[in-house]
């Protein structure tokens, strides 16, 4: 069996090339942009409230990006639409975060910010995540009846940047049939039929509760016994996610000034007869992976590959920009009220798309599930790259991005 799936896999390899060659799966897979990503040095003074930021936890989260990037050879590209160079840019500046001690002083001495900007927009859509907690037991009885299935043996994962620079931070994700790749099987399929090749991690209580952990990647799983563990992204079907507040918006079940986590979350569990058909409209569904919870303080492992910091690291489009490159949001709080503060791009999202678009991480709790589920305001968006790779970068530069 082994030598067939290695035969199946070649065969796989050699149709995607092909399909990248005639040019028609990156048209397939294209992302929607707001238009040409546009990066406009602007100065420090004029990052709207910077004086009174704190980027201490920022200058955290950037250390261990740069812990990350000491294991990449120097020449690798940072990725996204290509302004943000190679590792070997960003070492200097790793080096010199590691003795900082102010967090402000530090980041103005090394890094030059650039307005992030979307052709002719400036602001753009910022949202909000976090780790959902749930109840789960090993066994299935009672209430625990909802799978949580770690990644299934036969779902083939590809980086397609790995083949072509403009398809990076894209994925295609299917299993093999008969030599060809096909669709993996949606959410309503697996939720009527299973998944033979997906060990169980464990059951869940809650069949909406379990919906959120898909939909934010990552959370905490809670035992019978009271002890704690964390969840973690492993993988996704490769369909394509479908936001459900729209879903429920077009019946006319929440209006759209309704909209939150909160509203949504209420309406299904108001509503069992419909709820699963709604939450089977969004074809995604995610794998996972158990993992000692750590440090409790901070989130599971984002795209990056390190902890993700409460309202130090965002979830970015990769491909218009770089894992591991600071970014300041100018944006307001769900209540309103400015919300101003440095991060740190170190995961991704499958609705995280355009050039003035992020995600925030809000950490795990209630507070945080509040904050996230409402947080929907837009903002202005400036990266900050080190000051000698800026240098090369005209006033203001227009990146096209994936055409």
């Given at each position: 069996?082994?030598?067939?799936?290695?035969?199946?896999?070649?065969?796989?390899?050699?149709?995607?090339?092909?399909?990248?060659?005639?040019?028609?799966?990156?048209?397939?897979?294209?992302?929607?942009?707001?238009?040409?990503?546009?990066?406009?040095?602007?100065?420090?003074a004029?990052?709207?409230?910077?004086?009174?930021?704190?980027?201490?936890p920022?200058?955290?989260?950037?250390?261990?990006?740069?812990?990350?990037l000491?294991?990449?050879?120097?020449?690798?590209?940072?990725?996204?639409?290509?302004?943000?160079?190679?590792?070997?840019?960003?070492?200097?500046?790793?080096?010199?975060?590691?003795?900082?001690?102010?967090?402000?002083?530090?980041?103005?001495?090394?890094?030059?910010?650039?307005?992030?900007?979307?052709?002719a927009l400036?602001?753009?859509?910022?949202?909000?995540?976090?780790?959902?907690?749930?109840?789960?037991?090993?066994?299935?009885?009672?209430?625990?009846?909802y799978?949580?299935?770690?990644?299934?043996?036969?779902?083939?994962?590809?980086?397609?940047?790995q083949?072509?620079?403009?398809?990076?931070?894209?994925?295609?994700?299917?299993?093999?049939?008969?030599?060809?790749?096909?669709?993996?099987?949606?959410?309503?399929?697996?939720?009527?039929?299973?998944?033979?090749?997906?060990?169980?991690?464990?059951?869940?209580?809650?069949?909406?509760?379990?919906?959120?952990?898909?939909?934010?990647?990552?959370?905490?799983?809670?035992?019978?016994?009271?002890?704690?563990?964390?969840?973690?992204?492993?993988?996704?079907?490769?369909?394509?996610?479908?936001?459900?507040?729209?879903?429920?918006?077009?019946?006319?079940?929440?209006?759209?000034?309704?909209l939150?986590?909160?509203?949504?979350?209420?309406?299904?569990?108001?509503?069992?007869?419909?709820?699963?058909?709604?939450?089977?409209?969004?074809?995604?569904?995610?794998?996972?992976?158990?993992e000692?919870?750590?440090?409790?303080?901070?989130?599971?492992?984002?795209?990056?590959g390190?902890?993700?910091?409460?309202?130090?690291?965002?979830?970015?489009?990769?491909?218009?920009?770089?894992?591991?490159?600071?970014?300041?949001?100018?944006t307001?709080?769900?209540?309103?009220?400015?919300?101003?503060?440095?991060?740190?791009?170190?995961?991704?999202?499958?609705?995280?798309?355009?050039?003035?678009?992020?995600?925030?991480?809000?950490?795990f709790?209630?507070?945080?599930?509040?904050?996230?589920?409402?947080?929907?305001?837009?903002g202005?968006?400036?990266?900050?790259?080190?000051?000698?790779?800026?240098?090369?970068?005209?006033?203001?530069?227009?990146?096209?991005?994936?055409?």
């Open positions: 069996m082994v030598w067939r799936r290695r035969r199946f896999a070649v065969a796989f390899l050699a149709l995607l090339i092909a399909a990248i060659a005639c040019g028609w799966l990156w048209w397939a897979l294209r992302p929607p942009l707001a238009g040409p990503l546009r990066l406009t040095k602007v100065s420090f004029l990052l709207p409230g910077w004086s009174k930021a704190d980027p201490g920022a200058l955290a989260a950037f250390r261990r990006s740069c812990a990350a000491a294991n990449e050879p120097p020449s690798t590209a940072m990725g996204g639409a290509g302004y943000a160079g190679t590792v070997a840019d960003w070492l200097p500046a790793c080096r010199a975060a590691a003795a900082a001690k102010d967090a402000h002083g530090f980041f103005e001495q090394w890094f030059q910010p650039l307005q992030v900007g979307a052709g400036d602001q753009g859509l910022f949202t909000g995540y976090y780790e959902p907690e749930l109840a789960v037991s090993r066994r299935r009885h009672g209430a625990y009846r799978p949580v299935y770690a990644l299934p043996a036969d779902l083939v994962s590809v980086d397609l940047g083949f072509r620079p403009a398809l990076r931070g894209q994925r295609l994700a299917g299993r093999v049939e008969n030599g060809r790749l096909v669709p993996y099987a949606t959410r309503a399929e697996i939720d009527a039929h299973g998944l033979s090749q997906a060990r169980v991690l464990f059951y869940a209580a809650d069949p909406v509760s379990l919906f959120f952990l898909h939909i934010q990647g990552s959370g905490r799983a809670r035992f019978e016994d009271g002890r704690l563990e964390r969840v973690s992204y492993a993988g996704q079907n490769g369909q394509v996610y479908t936001a459900i507040g729209k879903a429920l918006v077009a019946d006319g079940a929440l209006t759209k000034e309704q939150s986590l909160q509203s949504i979350a209420a309406w299904l569990h108001a509503h069992p007869g419909r709820a699963q058909q709604v939450m089977e409209s969004d074809a995604s569904y995610v794998f996972f992976q158990e000692p919870l750590g440090d409790p303080g901070l989130g599971a492992k984002g795209a990056e390190v902890p993700l910091m409460p309202e130090a690291s965002l979830a970015v489009d990769t491909a218009l920009h770089a894992l591991g490159a600071p970014f300041y949001v100018a307001m709080t769900p209540n309103d009220k400015p919300l101003r503060f440095l991060a740190v791009a170190q995961d991704m999202g499958g609705a995280i798309r355009g050039p003035v678009r992020a995600d925030i991480f809000f950490g709790g209630k507070a945080a599930e509040n904050a996230a589920g409402a947080m929907n305001h837009s202005e968006f400036y990266v900050l790259l080190p000051k000698k790779l800026a240098a090369r970068l005209a006033p203001e530069t227009d990146y096209p991005g994936p055409s």
